[in-house]
């Protein structure tokens, strides 16, 4: 009965929702779905994360090549962010090149990236003019249910967090390359940028972290992206209503408490990996 | 029980006279009395003979007497039926036929009583069994007839092909001068493609660097059939082009080292071309022989130099077109295609036959006898002792194509240069 | 090459640092008459296999299926009208698409599909079309997405259950369960359910001039009809190790099919047990 009357009058369905004060997921207005994150389970990934917000997951996994640098910049490496929102994880999305909204989101990331300084791509140069790491960070949605932003900046943040890269050695004159595969090192992340996403309904109703179709049928959403000393490193906002102060305000707070508890759900996915490493090394 | 109890009638029936005529003089107190038919039920020996003294050859000489002759007429005028006779014993029918027979046999005897008032007894007797011998006789050669003609057995295609039969191939090489190779072939005059070997220098990939590039191209024009038209044809030429990747991507078949020139600096590129002219079913055979014909006359340009001039490749090519390196095709496999329609299995299909097979297998055979690579195509699926016996039948196809194949080339080889190009339109 | 507008693209050209390591590490792989495999299996052993299904709330079904390192997420939608289609067609399709993650290799892989991406899928749609009731949605096609989120060997194989689970968790009419495994062949040694490492050794590694068999067998089949739906040889190999290794294959559907089985029953019961207790408290 519920469903058959989800897919007749879909809005009709929310709106009743609404109007009692809950949502359809039986959750309050301003509260988020609950995070789990998971990392450095794929092995072939120099580094992967798997960031799950309620329903919605991406994974993201991390190669690390080498490369050559750039004229104008000479010690720079390469950042690569590509999201990919497959046809496996929603029946929006096609098979084919990536459609607007991924590109949208790759962007996204990448400005996020840049803004936050959370990495210094002179940390990836090996020797200048000659060899740097081009880390190619590719995000696939698994599953599309809404703050798809707030999965991938997460699953990208926890992986790049866990990332170490082998040692190499480069002879500049010869131009010999040699890996060392064991002595690998970690590469440092300055900052943890964390996102939150919104959506606004008629009358200025604010939901946090909202689904898919509530994002569908939403007026306006917003994303807010923070770091570690809570400063804005980004805002989201695609269109819609115009939104009040307050609210963007409120949103403001909401996503200072929510980026903690987000930063102390990564921090603590990486410290078990940690603790696990040093049991798995320890009888060797 | 009714029938012996007849015989001892007919055993009774004028005993004490007739059986012991005079010759035998014998006492009437000794005459035996009615023979035991206790032992005569459980199967036992007559206790005379009816045929009597006249059994032996030499009481035959003496002759019968009168009393003998008056005897015999008796015995002939007892033969003579009875209006009233045969008499058929109620239960005699039911006794003499199971109820199978019965069955079967009761519309024929309703038929037969039904002729009887026209034909009497004989004649309708005669008539039944004639009639019903007949019609299962014609029966018999019907069912014969049509089995041979619709079932498969027979081993007779559409087109007058057996199951394991090619159409004719024709093949002609080196008819492109600009390409390294180029081979041209025909299955049955509709199935047409072109194979054209292009060679490129290039840097080989940093993983293999000691290894060439083989690239197959497969090109599905819209003039072989209507369904090539726009993207129509690419899910067929990534089909063949995977295929073909596969029969040669071991070693085994095709050692890339051939093709490098500078390891980690330069190599041979090479790409097969396959262009497809005209789709008249069994692209895969066509394409494959092609293919291999195409590598058979591809010549490789010698490099005469090859230096490394401050850490960049110097590489000078001969410039006599004749100076070449051929490439060994005796390892090269030829793709065979086992259809399997109904219980059958043909080879070589046309494109009627591959549209009423549910499950085709596409294999490559080297000519040793090796499997390089195998597909299952169409919706079906295969129990697994019919794939096994498909996989035995393709190796064996795929032995004599080899073989044929081989000894055409040569042929065409040894015709060498000045040989006519026939071209495409004859 | 032409570059991708609508992706962000990083230099021109860039190499994996696995190829500069040493090679005397690099060569320190397999024995293949060792008595065990480099990871404590025995030859006929298969890995240990986990199976979860509905795992992608968005998609009708779905499933996802973990052998070893072998780490594959599958989903499948509702059916849709096949575009681009003149005319009636009795029989529905399957359109079936694998796609390798870019992360999942241990060479990078693009993000459009590659030649062998291409193959996998069209192995993977001939794998599964025997055992769905096509005549049950004529004109309609079933969209089935299969992403490899690690590689760790025995991809194709891995795919083709995931995808018959998540068909089967979608509710699709179909015939049977598909299960699907593979083989590796060196020489006279047969490596069931063979890790990556296992996969480049058997495909390249051979001794030239020499007429060993090497090679890799992948059959999917209908274990509950003793049909097979797919059969893929690449390699070099003679047809009585091919008659051998099917034997074997058969022998580990026989493992396999229980588990897959077992895996929908689960479903099953997962998806009765909340409307149980709603009824309950109601």
């Not at chain 2, 038929?111 to 008032?117: D, G, H, K, S, T």
């Not at chain 3, 709330?57 to 779905?62: D, E, H, L, V, Y």
Request: charge should be negative; aromatic fraction near 8%.
């Amino acid at each position: 009965m519920d469903l058959q009357y989800k897919t007749i009058h879909p809005v009709k369905y929310l709106q009743d929702h609404l109007e009692q004060g809950i949502r359809p997921d039986g959750r309050k207005f301003l509260s988020f779905r609950p995070v789990s994150v998971n990392v450095s389970s794929i092995v072939q990934a120099d580094s992967s994360a798997i960031f799950k917000l309620g329903d919605t997951s991406a994974v993201c996994g991390i190669k690390a090549e080498l490369a050559t640098p750039k004229a104008d910049i000479p010690d720079h490496g390469y950042i690569v962010p590509n999201v990919e929102l497959s046809p496996l994880c929603s029946p929006k999305f096609r098979p084919g090149p990536p459609s607007e909204q991924a590109q949208v989101l790759s962007k996204l990331i990448d400005i996020v990236l840049s803004n936050s300084r959370a990495l210094d791509l002179k940390d990836l140069c090996i020797c200048k003019n000659k060899l740097v790491w081009v880390l190619y960070c590719d995000i696939l949605c698994l599953n599309y249910n809404g703050s798809v932003i707030d999965a991938c900046i997460g699953a990208m943040i926890a992986a790049l967090k866990t990332l170490t890269l082998p040692e190499i050695n480069y002879n500049s004159e010869t131009g010999v390359i040699v890996t060392h595969p064991e002595n690998r090192k970690a590469f440092t992340v300055r900052t943890l940028p964390v996102s939150a996403s919104f959506a606004i309904f008629e009358k200025q109703l604010l939901l946090v972290d909202p689904s898919d179709d509530e994002e569908d049928m939403s007026s306006t959403r917003f994303s807010i992206v923070m770091d570690d000393e809570e400063e804005i490193c980004y805002i989201h906002k695609p269109g819609g209503i115009p939104i009040s102060q307050n609210l963007l305000c409120k949103g403001l707070e909401m996503t200072k408490v929510r980026a903690k508890s987000i930063r102390s759900v990564i921090n603590a996915a990486i410290s078990t990996l940690n603790v696990n490493n040093i049991e798995t090394n320890s009888p060797k | 029980m009714e029938f012996t109890n007849q015989n001892k009638e007919i055993f009774a029936f004028d005993w004490s006279k007739a059986r012991f005529p005079n010759v035998f003089k014998m006492a009437p107190h000794i005459v035996p009395g009615p023979p035991n038919t206790t032992a005569l039920e459980g199967g036992g020996e007559r206790p005379m003979n009816i045929v009597r003294r006249v059994g032996r050859e030499r009481e035959r000489m003496l002759g019968m007497t009168d009393e003998e002759r008056a005897w015999r007429k008796k015995w002939l005028d007892a033969q003579k039926l009875a209006p009233e006779e045969p008499v058929t014993p109620p239960g005699y029918y039911k006794e003499m036929f199971n109820p199978i027979r019965r069955f079967y046999k009761a519309p024929m005897n309703k038929v037969q009583n039904m002729m009887e008032p026209f034909l009497g007894y004989t004649g309708a007797y005669v008539a039944r069994h004639v009639i019903s011998k007949t019609a299962i006789g014609i029966f018999t050669v019907y069912c014969i007839f049509y089995h041979l003609k619709y079932n498969k057995m027979l081993d007779l295609r559409n087109d007058g092909r057996s199951r394991c039969q090619y159409r004719s191939i024709e093949i002609e090489t080196r008819l492109m001068p600009h390409a390294h190779g180029s081979a041209r072939l025909r299955i049955g005059n509709i199935t047409d493609v072109l194979v054209g070997v292009k060679l490129e220098i290039d840097t080989p990939y940093a993983e293999k660097p000691d290894e060439g590039k083989l690239d197959f191209f497969v090109d599905c024009s819209a003039n072989a059939t209507p369904a090539f038209e726009g993207k129509g044809g690419d899910d067929l030429a990534t089909e063949i082009s995977n295929v073909l990747s596969m029969a040669y991507q071991t070693p085994d078949v095709f050692d890339l080292r051939q093709l490098c020139i500078i390891p980690h600096k330069k190599c041979w590129k090479m790409y097969v071309d396959i262009l497809i002219l005209q789709c008249g079913g069994n692209l895969f055979d066509a394409v494959g022989a092609a293919v291999k014909a195409a590598l058979y006359n591809t010549e490789i340009p010698k490099v005469i130099a090859a230096t490394l001039d401050g850490g960049e490749p110097d590489i000078q090519v001969s410039d006599d077109p004749y100076d070449c390196i051929k490439l060994d095709i005796t390892t090269y496999p030829s793709i065979v295609t086992v259809c399997k329609i109904g219980d059958n299995f043909v080879i070589d299909p046309t494109l009627e036959e591959e549209s009423c097979s549910a499950v085709n297998i596409i294999m490559s055979v080297m000519p040793n006898g090796k499997v390089t690579s195998m597909v299952k195509q169409g919706y079906g699926s295969l129990l697994p002792t019919t794939l096994i016996k498909m996989l035995e039948v393709g190796k064996d196809i795929g032995l004599k194509l080899n073989e044929a194949l081989k000894k055409t080339l040569e042929e065409e080889d040894k015709l060498g240069r000045t040989k006519p190009l026939c071209g495409f339109l004859r | 090459m032409p570059v991708d507008q609508k992706r962000i693209n990083g230099p021109e050209s860039s190499v994996p640092y696995n190829i500069y390591i040493h090679s005397e590490i690099k060569n320190k792989g397999i024995q293949p008459d060792a008595p065990k495999r480099h990871d404590g299996r025995s030859n006929n052993e298969l890995r240990n296999i986990f199976l979860k299904t509905g795992i992608i709330s968005q998609a009708k079904g779905s499933a996802y299926i973990e052998m070893g390192n072998t780490k594959i997420i599958c989903s499948v939608f509702d059916p849709r009208e096949v575009p681009n289609k003149t005319g009636y067609c009795v029989q529905g399709e399957l359109f079936c698409e694998f796609k390798f993650a870019p992360f999942s290799h241990h060479k990078r892989k693009m993000h459009q599909q590659d030649a062998e991406e291409k193959e996998y899928s069209l192995i993977l749609q001939r794998a599964l079309e025997p055992a769905v009731c096509l005549q049950e949605f004529p004109n309609f096609q079933v969209d089935v997405y299969a992403t490899v989120l690690d590689n760790g060997g025995s991809a194709l194989a891995a795919a083709i259950m995931a995808a018959s689970l998540a068909l089967a968790n979608a509710g699709v009419p179909m015939f049977g369960l598909v299960t699907a495994s593979t083989v590796g062949i060196y020489d006279h040694t047969y490596l069931v359910d063979p890790t990556d490492t296992e996969e480049t050794f058997c495909c390249t590694k051979s001794v030239p001039g020499t007429v060993h068999n090497h090679g890799i067998i992948i059959q999917a089949a209908l274990p509950q009809h003793g049909q097979i739906s797919e059969m893929f040889v690449v390699g070099s190999v003679d047809t009585d190790t091919i008659v051998h290794s099917m034997d074997l294959i058969s022998e580990a559907h026989k493992d396999i099919c229980p588990l897959l089985e077992q895996c929908l029953v689960k479903t099953v019961f997962k998806t009765f047990r909340p409307n149980i207790k709603k009824t309950d408290t109601k």
